[in-house]
C-alpha cells in the first residue's frame, strides 16, 4: 500500500475536502502512476452530489488523467518507468465477452469497472479517482500519449474526446458528410474539431447568437441558431449525422426534420428519457435513426489520441488549482467554463 492525497466528496451536501487514502501495492499487470493533470467533467459533479444514487462516500472523482509511469508489474511490457500515460473513464472490464474480445470494452457485457464509484472486480475495494496524486491501473487500461500532444489539454480527450470521436468513427463520418453538432459545451466543441478533422462539413446548431462566433472560431463551417425557425426551416433535410451533445431535456424533432432521409440523430450526452416524445412520422418518413454511443474502446481512444497529436487538436481547457475545486464545480454548473476545466496536480 502506498498513501495517496486527494480531494473527495465526504457526503451530497458538502463540499469537497482533503482526504488521504491507500492505493494498492501493483499486481503483476499494474502500472502505478503520478497524476501530472485531471480534467473535470460534468459526471463529477453528479457523482459528487450523488445525482444518479449510486455513490459511495468518500468518493474521488476524475476520469481524464494523464501522469507519469512510476513503476510496473512483472507481466507488464507495453509501459515502463518514466513513461507519460493516460488513464480515462474505465479501468477495467471482464475482459472474455464478446464487447471486451472486439476491443469495446465500454459495453462490456457485465459491466466495466470505472475509474470511480465501482467495486474493483478483484479485491472489492471501490475504485478512487484522478483529483488524487497516484494511481494504480491495470495496463491493458492504461494509454499511450503520443509525442508531441499538449499534455494538460489532452486530458479532456480521454472523455470528452472520445465520447464525440467513437461515434462519428462508427457511423463512418468522413470527406462528403454533413454533420450537425447540437450544443457547443466541452462535448460539442471537440465534436466539431474531430468531425472536421475526418473530414465532414460541420454545423453547430446553438441556442444563443452569442456562441455563433465561438463556434465559427472552433472550426464550424456553419452556425444555425435553432431558436430561430427561419433558420431551422432553411436547413430542413440537410444533413447525414446530427451529434447531440446536450445533457438535458430538449426537443429532438426540429433537429430529425433537419436529418436527410437515412439521417442518423446520435445522442452522447443526454441520460435522461427523451422529452418531448420523438414524432414517429419523422423517423418512419424518412427511415430516419436515433443512435446512443458511451465513450470508447481503449485502441480507440488511443487512436483519437493520435489524430489529435497529428493535426494539432487540443481541447480548451482552463487550469485550476485543486484548492479551487469547489468554486470550479459551481463555475461548471453555471456553464462558466471555456470548455474544461484540467486541474494541475502539482497544486495539490
Not at 456553419?222 to 451529434?243: C, I, P, R, Y
Not at 485502441?299 to 493535426?311: H, I, P, R
Amino acid at each position: 500500500m502506498s498513501q495517496a492525497k486527494a480531494y473527495a466528496a465526504f457526503s451530497a451536501e458538502k463540499p469537497l475536502a482533503p482526504f488521504t487514502f491507500d492505493r494498492r501495492e501493483p499486481r503483476p499487470d499494474d502500472v502505478a502512476i503520478d497524476i501530472m493533470y485531471c480534467g473535470v467533467c460534468h459526471s463529477d459533479l453528479h457523482f459528487a452530489r450523488n445525482d444518479w444514487g449510486m455513490t459511495q462516500y468518500p468518493i474521488v472523482p476524475g476520469h481524464e488523467i494523464v501522469g507519469r509511469v512510476t513503476s510496473v508489474g512483472d507481466k507488464v511490457t507495453r509501459f515502463k518507468e518514466g513513461d507519460i500515460v493516460g488513464v480515462g473513464c474505465m479501468v477495467d472490464s471482464c475482459r472474455t465477452c464478446s464487447a471486451c474480445q472486439e476491443g469495446v470494452e465500454q459495453y462490456c457485457l457485465n459491466g466495466f469497472t470505472m475509474t470511480y464509484g465501482s467495486e474493483d472486480r478483484q479485491d472489492a475495494t471501490m475504485t478512487q479517482g484522478g483529483y488524487s496524486s497516484k494511481i494504480v491501473v491495470s495496463d491493458h487500461f492504461v494509454l499511450k500519449m503520443p509525442d508531441g500532444i499538449d499534455l494538460a489539454s489532452a486530458a479532456p480527450i480521454l472523455c470528452a474526446g472520445i465520447t464525440t470521436y467513437s461515434p462519428l468513427k462508427h457511423h463512418g463520418v468522413g470527406k462528403g458528410h454533413k454533420v450537425g453538432v447540437i450544443g457547443m459545451g466541452g462535448l460539442g466543441h471537440m465534436g466539431v474539431k474531430l468531425a472536421k478533422a475526418l473530414g465532414a462539413e460541420v454545423t453547430v446548431f446553438t441556442r444563443s447568437d452569442a456562441k455563433v462566433e465561438e463556434a465559427k472560431r472552433n472550426g464550424a463551417d456553419h452556425v444555425v441558431v435553432s431558436s430561430d425557425q427561419a433558420q431551422m426551416d432553411a436547413v430542413a433535410e440537410t444533413f447525414d449525422f446530427m451529434l447531440d451533445t446536450v445533457p438535458v431535456q430538449h426537443d429532438l424533432n426540429p433537429y430529425l426534420a433537419s436529418l436527410k432521409y437515412d439521417g442518423t440523430h446520435i445522442l452522447v450526452g443526454l441520460l435522461e428519457p427523451i422529452e418531448p416524445a420523438i414524432e414517429g412520422f419523422n423517423l418512419i418518413f424518412k427511415r430516419r435513426v436515433v443512435a446512443g454511443s458511451l465513450i470508447g474502446g481503449i485502441a480507440e481512444t488511443e487512436e483519437v489520441l493520435q489524430l489529435c497529436a497529428d493535426q494539432g487538436i487540443t481541447c480548451d481547457v482552463e487550469m485550476l488549482d485543486i484548492h479551487n475545486i469547489n468554486e470550479g464545480f459551481e463555475r461548471m454548473e453555471k456553464g462558466d467554463v471555456r470548455y474544461r476545466f484540467v486541474i494541475d496536480m502539482a497544486t495539490l
